[in-house]
């Protein structure tokens, strides 16, 4: 099973993008899928969670109502999407699946981290 999450770039405070997580050996469809990330000095924090299945949502507090998590199935990807960019919100983001198939945001909850991807916003 690998992961791999891309998308990041250098953004503008206020900006949108874009990140997808990509799955080599597992159907994303039948697993739940977190986004994480983890800013310079920090611990790696739970952004977004979406469910196998009916695809059940969780965001953070620090995300809510400014990002949308999604997935494709034909694609076997799985998006997030950010809008109204704050500088806070550089960091790497990874994506990884929930042991349990679970919606939970323990980071220990989670596995198959893949490289992340660096989102840089300027203010």
């Known amino acids: 099973v690998q992961l791999q999450a891309f998308g990041g770039g250098l953004m503008q405070a206020g900006g949108s993008l874009r990140l997808s997580c990509a799955a080599c050996?597992?159907?994303?469809?039948?697993?739940?899928v977190g986004w994480f990330r983890q800013a310079p000095g920090k611990e790696r924090e739970f952004v977004a969670v979406i469910s196998w299945g009916v695809g059940r949502t969780s965001y953070s507090d620090s995300v809510k109502g400014r990002s949308t998590i999604s997935r494709d199935n034909a694609k076997n990807t799985v998006y997030l999407q950010m809008n109204s960019l704050k500088p806070e919100d550089t960091a790497v983001y990874y994506c990884?699946?929930?042991?349990?198939?679970?919606?939970?945001?323990?980071?220990?909850?989670?596995?198959?981290w893949g490289q992340g991807t660096q989102v840089t916003v300027s203010s």
């Open positions: 050996g597992v159907t994303l469809g039948s697993s739940t």
């Open positions: 990884a699946i929930n042991k349990y198939g679970s919606i939970t945001v323990r980071r220990d909850d989670y596995a198959y």
